[in-house]
Protein backbone atom coordinates (compact mmCIF):
# COMPACT_ATOMS: atom_id res chain seq x y z
CA UNK A 1 0.00 0.00 0.00
CA UNK A 2 0.94 4.02 -0.27
CA UNK A 3 0.49 5.16 2.92
CA UNK A 4 0.84 8.64 3.87
CA UNK A 5 1.59 10.05 7.29
CA UNK A 6 1.44 12.87 9.50
CA UNK A 7 2.38 13.95 12.78
CA UNK A 8 -0.41 16.00 13.94
CA UNK A 9 0.37 19.61 14.75
CA UNK A 10 4.23 20.45 14.87
CA UNK A 11 3.70 23.83 13.28
CA UNK A 12 4.20 27.23 13.60
CA UNK A 13 0.39 29.09 13.49
CA UNK A 14 2.06 33.07 13.61
CA UNK A 15 4.78 33.12 15.49
CA UNK A 16 3.36 30.26 18.49
CA UNK A 17 4.61 26.53 18.04
CA UNK A 18 1.48 24.44 17.91
CA UNK A 19 2.11 21.46 20.28
CA UNK A 20 -1.33 20.14 20.38
CA UNK A 21 -3.16 18.95 23.78
CA UNK A 22 -0.24 19.07 26.77
CA UNK A 23 -0.91 17.33 29.95
CA UNK A 24 1.22 14.83 32.59
CA UNK A 25 4.52 17.18 31.52
CA UNK A 26 4.06 15.82 27.77
CA UNK A 27 2.94 17.36 24.47
CA UNK A 28 1.12 16.01 21.75
CA UNK A 29 3.65 17.00 18.73
CA UNK A 30 6.33 15.37 20.68
CA UNK A 31 4.68 12.19 20.53
CA UNK A 32 3.33 12.35 17.02
CA UNK A 33 6.70 13.40 16.19
CA UNK A 34 8.08 10.02 17.26
CA UNK A 35 5.59 7.97 16.70
CA UNK A 36 5.53 8.82 12.76
CA UNK A 37 9.28 8.36 12.69
CA UNK A 38 8.47 4.89 14.17
CA UNK A 39 5.83 4.44 11.80
CA UNK A 40 7.76 4.93 9.14
CA UNK A 41 10.56 2.05 9.27
CA UNK A 42 7.57 -0.25 10.57
CA UNK A 43 5.76 0.09 7.60
CA UNK A 44 8.50 0.06 5.15
CA UNK A 45 9.37 -3.16 6.27
CA UNK A 46 6.45 -4.77 5.90
CA UNK A 47 6.82 -3.17 1.81
CA UNK A 48 4.76 -0.33 1.90
CA UNK A 49 5.36 2.85 0.53
CA UNK A 50 5.36 5.42 3.16
CA UNK A 51 5.33 9.58 2.71
CA UNK A 52 5.39 11.77 6.31
CA UNK A 53 3.58 14.72 4.58
CA UNK A 54 4.20 16.77 7.75
CA UNK A 55 5.53 20.15 7.11
CA UNK A 56 7.60 19.76 10.14
CA UNK A 57 8.14 23.43 12.00
CA UNK A 58 6.70 25.63 8.86
CA UNK A 59 5.23 29.05 9.43
CA UNK A 60 0.99 29.61 8.91
CA UNK A 61 -0.97 32.11 9.00
CA UNK A 62 -4.21 30.51 10.32
CA UNK A 63 -5.06 26.49 11.14
CA UNK A 64 -6.69 24.98 8.27
CA UNK A 65 -3.84 25.71 5.70
CA UNK A 66 -1.37 23.28 7.29
CA UNK A 67 -4.33 20.62 6.91
CA UNK A 68 -5.03 22.24 3.12
CA UNK A 69 -1.28 21.24 2.50
CA UNK A 70 -0.85 17.65 4.19
CA UNK A 71 -3.91 16.79 2.03
CA UNK A 72 -2.19 17.97 -0.78
CA UNK A 73 0.77 16.06 -0.49
CA UNK A 74 -1.13 13.13 0.87
CA UNK A 75 -3.03 12.90 -2.80
CA UNK A 76 0.22 14.12 -5.04
CA UNK A 77 1.69 11.12 -3.55
CA UNK A 78 -1.07 8.97 -4.43
CA UNK A 79 -1.79 7.81 -1.46
CA UNK A 80 -4.03 4.20 -0.87
CA UNK A 81 -4.64 5.93 2.83
CA UNK A 82 -4.08 8.71 5.15
CA UNK A 83 -3.05 8.59 8.44
CA UNK A 84 -3.04 11.69 10.59
CA UNK A 85 -1.61 10.46 14.05
CA UNK A 86 -2.45 12.41 16.95
CA UNK A 87 -3.32 12.15 21.13
CA UNK A 88 -6.56 12.71 22.79
CA UNK A 89 -7.57 15.25 25.50
CA UNK A 90 -10.53 17.06 27.26
CA UNK A 91 -10.57 13.88 30.21
CA UNK A 92 -11.41 10.79 28.75
CA UNK A 93 -9.93 7.41 28.22
CA UNK A 94 -8.61 4.93 25.23
CA UNK A 95 -8.47 5.18 21.88
CA UNK A 96 -10.40 6.28 19.36
CA UNK A 97 -10.30 6.90 15.46
CA UNK A 98 -12.29 9.06 13.00
CA UNK A 99 -13.32 8.69 9.76
CA UNK A 100 -15.54 10.94 6.76
CA UNK A 101 -18.32 8.55 6.40
CA UNK A 102 -18.95 4.63 7.58
CA UNK A 103 -19.12 3.86 3.60
CA UNK A 104 -15.35 4.78 3.55
CA UNK A 105 -12.87 1.98 2.41
CA UNK A 106 -10.38 3.24 5.47
CA UNK A 107 -13.47 2.08 8.03
CA UNK A 108 -11.58 -1.64 8.37
CA UNK A 109 -8.32 0.02 8.99
CA UNK A 110 -9.70 2.29 11.16
CA UNK A 111 -11.32 -0.10 12.78
CA UNK A 112 -8.16 -2.65 13.16
CA UNK A 113 -6.07 0.15 14.66
CA UNK A 114 -8.31 0.98 17.26
CA UNK A 115 -8.27 -3.09 18.43
CA UNK A 116 -4.74 -3.13 17.98
CA UNK A 117 -4.38 0.16 20.06
CA UNK A 118 -6.03 -1.10 22.69
CA UNK A 119 -4.61 -4.47 22.93
CA UNK A 120 -1.05 -3.55 22.40
CA UNK A 121 -1.46 -0.73 24.81
CA UNK A 122 -4.18 -1.79 27.17
CA UNK A 123 -6.13 1.35 27.11
CA UNK A 124 -10.27 1.39 26.20
CA UNK A 125 -11.19 1.21 23.00
CA UNK A 126 -13.40 4.03 21.64
CA UNK A 127 -14.36 3.07 18.62
CA UNK A 128 -14.32 4.01 15.13
CA UNK A 129 -16.58 7.45 14.52
CA UNK A 130 -17.55 9.69 11.69
CA UNK A 131 -17.52 13.32 10.98
CA UNK A 132 -16.94 14.28 7.53
CA UNK A 133 -16.12 17.98 8.38
CA UNK A 134 -12.62 17.22 9.71
CA UNK A 135 -10.20 18.96 7.36
CA UNK A 136 -7.78 15.86 7.68
CA UNK A 137 -10.84 13.56 6.37
CA UNK A 138 -12.82 16.12 3.99
CA UNK A 139 -9.63 17.84 1.88
CA UNK A 140 -7.86 14.87 0.10
CA UNK A 141 -9.15 12.15 -2.01
CA UNK A 142 -7.21 9.07 -0.07
CA UNK A 143 -9.71 7.29 2.26
CA UNK A 144 -8.10 8.96 5.52
CA UNK A 145 -8.15 7.81 9.15
CA UNK A 146 -7.46 10.81 12.26
CA UNK A 147 -6.17 8.09 14.93
CA UNK A 148 -6.48 9.54 18.63
CA UNK A 149 -4.23 7.26 20.54
CA UNK A 150 -4.90 8.13 24.12
CA UNK A 151 -5.56 10.75 26.55
CA UNK A 152 -2.44 13.45 27.35
CA UNK A 153 -4.26 14.36 30.48
CA UNK A 154 -4.86 11.00 31.77
CA UNK A 155 -1.78 9.79 33.43
CA UNK A 156 -2.76 6.10 33.16
CA UNK A 157 -3.25 6.81 29.30
CA UNK A 158 0.45 8.34 29.00
CA UNK A 159 2.01 5.83 31.90
CA UNK A 160 1.09 2.95 28.95
CA UNK A 161 1.22 4.65 25.69
CA UNK A 162 4.72 5.57 24.09
CA UNK A 163 5.96 6.35 20.78
CA UNK A 164 7.36 3.01 20.26
CA UNK A 165 4.29 0.89 21.51
CA UNK A 166 1.66 3.80 19.77
CA UNK A 167 3.84 3.02 16.15
CA UNK A 168 3.73 -0.83 16.85
CA UNK A 169 0.02 -1.17 17.15
CA UNK A 170 -1.13 1.15 14.56
CA UNK A 171 1.49 -0.88 12.20
CA UNK A 172 0.08 -4.11 13.31
CA UNK A 173 -3.05 -3.05 11.74
CA UNK A 174 -0.75 -3.14 8.34
CA UNK A 175 0.86 -6.18 8.49
CA UNK A 176 3.69 -8.42 10.29
CA UNK A 177 5.86 -6.67 13.21
CA UNK A 178 9.00 -7.87 14.78
CA UNK A 179 7.47 -7.49 18.48
CA UNK A 180 10.62 -6.33 20.70
CA UNK A 181 11.72 -9.21 23.09
CA UNK A 182 14.31 -8.93 26.06
CA UNK A 183 17.61 -9.93 24.76
CA UNK A 184 17.88 -13.32 26.90
CA UNK A 185 21.20 -15.25 25.49
CA UNK A 186 20.57 -18.34 24.10
CA UNK A 187 21.40 -21.76 26.04
CA UNK A 188 24.48 -22.96 24.45
CA UNK A 189 26.19 -26.57 25.08
CA UNK A 190 29.87 -26.32 25.52
CA UNK A 191 32.20 -29.23 25.40
CA UNK A 192 34.88 -29.68 28.06
CA UNK A 193 37.69 -31.88 27.75
CA UNK A 194 39.59 -30.88 30.75
CA UNK A 195 39.26 -28.67 34.31
CA UNK A 196 42.63 -27.83 35.90
CA UNK A 197 43.99 -26.03 39.27
CA UNK A 198 47.20 -25.20 37.18
CA UNK A 199 47.46 -23.57 34.50
CA UNK A 200 50.28 -25.16 32.42
CA UNK A 201 48.40 -28.77 32.76
CA UNK A 202 45.43 -27.15 31.14
CA UNK A 203 47.81 -25.88 28.51
CA UNK A 204 49.41 -29.29 27.93
CA UNK A 205 45.95 -30.19 27.19
CA UNK A 206 45.32 -27.15 24.92
CA UNK A 207 48.51 -28.27 22.87
CA UNK A 208 47.60 -31.95 22.28
CA UNK A 209 43.76 -30.95 21.18
CA UNK A 210 45.41 -28.14 18.50
CA UNK A 211 47.79 -31.21 17.70
CA UNK A 212 45.16 -33.02 16.57
CA UNK A 213 43.39 -30.33 14.89
CA UNK A 214 40.66 -29.17 17.70
CA UNK A 215 39.92 -25.36 18.15
CA UNK A 216 40.12 -24.85 22.00
CA UNK A 217 40.31 -22.40 24.57
CA UNK A 218 41.06 -22.24 28.28
CA UNK A 219 38.06 -20.41 30.45
CA UNK A 220 39.19 -19.64 33.70
CA UNK A 221 36.32 -20.24 36.05
CA UNK A 222 35.78 -20.42 39.76
CA UNK A 223 39.94 -20.90 40.80
CA UNK A 224 39.37 -23.79 37.81
CA UNK A 225 41.36 -23.67 34.16
CA UNK A 226 38.49 -25.26 31.83
CA UNK A 227 39.83 -26.45 28.41
CA UNK A 228 36.78 -26.60 26.18
CA UNK A 229 36.49 -27.40 22.56
CA UNK A 230 33.36 -26.41 20.91
CA UNK A 231 29.82 -24.27 21.62
CA UNK A 232 26.82 -25.22 20.24
CA UNK A 233 23.27 -24.20 19.78
CA UNK A 234 22.28 -27.47 19.77
CA UNK A 235 22.88 -30.19 22.03
CA UNK A 236 23.23 -33.34 19.15
CA UNK A 237 26.13 -31.47 17.87
CA UNK A 238 27.74 -30.96 20.87
CA UNK A 239 27.25 -34.56 21.06
CA UNK A 240 29.12 -35.48 17.92
CA UNK A 241 32.05 -33.59 19.05
CA UNK A 242 32.35 -35.14 22.50
CA UNK A 243 32.10 -38.98 20.48
CA UNK A 244 34.78 -37.83 17.99
CA UNK A 245 37.46 -36.29 21.05
CA UNK A 246 36.87 -39.83 22.92
CA UNK A 247 38.14 -41.64 19.56
CA UNK A 248 40.96 -39.37 19.66
CA UNK A 249 41.64 -40.34 23.46
CA UNK A 250 40.60 -37.35 25.27
CA UNK A 251 37.93 -37.40 27.82
CA UNK A 252 35.19 -34.86 27.10
CA UNK A 253 31.82 -34.00 28.30
CA UNK A 254 29.08 -31.21 27.96
CA UNK A 255 28.80 -28.59 30.36
ZN1 LIG B 1 -4.18 16.67 17.84
Redesign the pocket.
Known amino acids: MKIALSA ?2 NVYIGSNFDC ?2 VGNGKR ?1 ADI ?1 KATVKNLISLLESQGHKVKDVTPYNQKFSEKKSHHLKRCREVDNFGADLYLDV ?4 GGGTGVETWIYSNGSSSKKHAEKICNNVSRHIGIRNRGVKVNPNYWSLKHCKAPAIII ?1 GCFIDNANDVKKLNPKNYAEAIAMSFGEIKESKPNTDKKLYRVQTGAFSVRKNADDLLKKLKAKGYDAIVVQDKGLYKVQTGAFSKRENANKLVMQLKKDGFEAFIV
Not at 86 to 89: C, G, K, L, R, Y
Request: hydrophobic share 25%.
Open positions: GHGAETHINAE
